[in-house]
């Protein structure tokens, strides 16, 4: 089969696929090149099958493959998703040069008082989330108990899947990229949430396992990456751990700017399964869209599998509910303006590099920028409460000149910060230099 970098351009899920090299000679340079160095064997493992890539988890973890597997032996194994199709599979086996293996998922858990009793004192008992902990496979655990090869290194993509840690019996050094430091995350969201009581006992007691959890298993690494500098200090913060490098969420960068010029229109995405999207969209709407709805301006929420209270939204003038998306870049390219209206949540948020990949003038919250490089008034509009977001707004549509250099500068500082080519050469590195380390100590904490 052909090699990944020489494929064609894919369309699956809602995101584009393009070739790793890019039509971009500056970008393409940066993509890692072995050289003399010898090809590492990896083993990766992830909680779910990548593709569909379809939100910003699966969007990382598949960079973060495609990264490895330009340069190195990659062999991954993860569960499959219902939404992925054979020809996803059989291109994700195209890429990989160490093999795939997928697990079937296992049913959902029953619902019911009793079946949640029998969860919450499982997930005591082995010291879990209840979130995590429905994420557990059977099939994968014994699978990697019985691995009896020789790696280089195994790479957790994402922190979640950890929890199959103490199943591995290969000596090699161990390397997680935490998409966002979960016992923060929990943390911030209980401070902010309005919840009842027993929903707010349940979150606190989640959140307590979730850093008892992450503690014990991050704490196991030799090598830990985070996505932004803020992700590095709450690790260091809540565990005591230091994190080997920063190494932000990216795109594969359009070969041109997408921006609808002068359309009117507005542009949200996000994920609907991920609480402080939800909320950040249904405050905005609440607190400051209709006097732009009523000016005529056009809202279009994507994302997959909206709940009942986001369809809700298109009876305000001006809203419009797309749901999923098959083509990203056709969605982008009917938006004048972009919003993320984030109060919570860590790490670097892909729907903003998109948007600033795209060129598309962007309006957001300080958390939506996190880790992004993004200066106010340079490369987005920087605004903290939904008044001010929708005044950020008004301003980018009515001033053609500001929207067009907030847009440009966006997708330049995209360009040479925020791109596959460059990003996964620094996870590359970062796995090469722990490979190198070779030795790896028991499964004890491990502080610095």
């Known amino acids: 089969m052909p090699t990944p970098e ?66 190195h032996d990659v062999e991954l194994v993860c569960v499959r998703r219902p939404e992925t199709d054979d020809d996803a599979v059989e291109m ?69 899947v950890t929890i199959y840690w103490p199943s591995i019996r290969v000596t090699a050094p161990f390397l997680v990229d935490v998409h966002n430091v979960a016992g923060w995350s929990g943390g911030q969201a209980l401070a902010s949430g309005r919840r009842t009581p027993a929903r707010l006992l349940r979150s606190s007691l989640d959140t307590w396992l979730m850093r008892r959890s992450e503690r014990r298993s991050i704490g196991t690494m ?62 905005f709407v609440a607190e400051a869209w209709k006097p732009l709805g009523r000016a ?16 809700a939204l298109k009876h305000v003038e001006g809203v419009e509910i797309l749901g999923y998306v098959e083509d990203v870049d056709v969605f982008l390219s009917g938006l004048d303006v972009a919003v993320v209206p984030l109060w919570a949540g860590a790490g670097v948020k892909l729907k903003t590099v998109t948007f600033l990949g795209a060129g598309i003038p962007l309006v957001a ?34 001033d053609s000149v500001l929207a067009e250099r907030i847009g440009s500068n966006g997708r330049s500082l995209a360009v040479q910060r925020l791109t596959w080519p460059c990003v996964g050469a620094e996870f590359v590195a970062v796995v090469e230099r722990i490979a190198e380390s070779r030795a790896r100590p028991s499964h004890g904490d491990r502080h610095r």
């Open 6 to 71: 020489r494929r064609p351009v894919y369309s699956v899920g809602a995101t584009t696929i393009r070739p790793m090299e890019s039509r971009d000679p500056a970008l393409a340079a940066r993509v890692p090149v072995l050289g003399d160095r010898p090809r590492l064997r990896l083993l990766c493992l992830a909680l779910r099958i990548p593709l569909p890539a379809d939100n910003g988890d699966s969007m990382r973890v598949l960079g973060l493959l495609r990264s490895l597997a330009a340069c």
């Open 92 to 160: 994700l086996e195209g890429w990989l040069a160490g093999g795939l293996r997928v697990f079937a998922p296992h049913a959902p858990p029953h619902p019911g008082r009793r079946a949640t009793l029998r969860r919450w004192a499982k997930a005591l008992a082995q010291g879990d989330p209840t979130w995590l902990r429905a994420h557990w496979n059977r099939e994968v655990a014994g699978h990697l108990s019985q691995i009896q090869e020789s790696y280089d290194a195994v790479v957790f993509l994402d922190n979640a």
């Open 222 to 283: 030799e090598g830990v990456v985070v996505t932004s500098d803020e992700e590095a200090r709450r690790l260091s913060a809540l565990y005591g751990i230091t994190a080997d490098a920063v190494v932000p969420s990216a795109i594969d960068l359009p070969h041109g700017p997408l921006r609808a010029i002068g359309a009117g229109t507005v542009g949200w995405l996000g994920g609907h399964g991920y609480q402080p999207n939800r909320d950040g969209l249904l405050r």
């Open 296 to 311: 005529g301006y056009r809202l279009l929420v994507a994302g997959a599998e909206p709940p009942a209270e986001i369809l």
């Open 365 to 398: 919250t300080s958390v939506g920028i996190e880790g992004t490089g993004v200066i106010d008034g340079v490369h987005a509009l920087i605004r903290e409460s939904p008044p001010d977001l929708a005044a950020g707004l008004q301003e980018l549509l009515v």
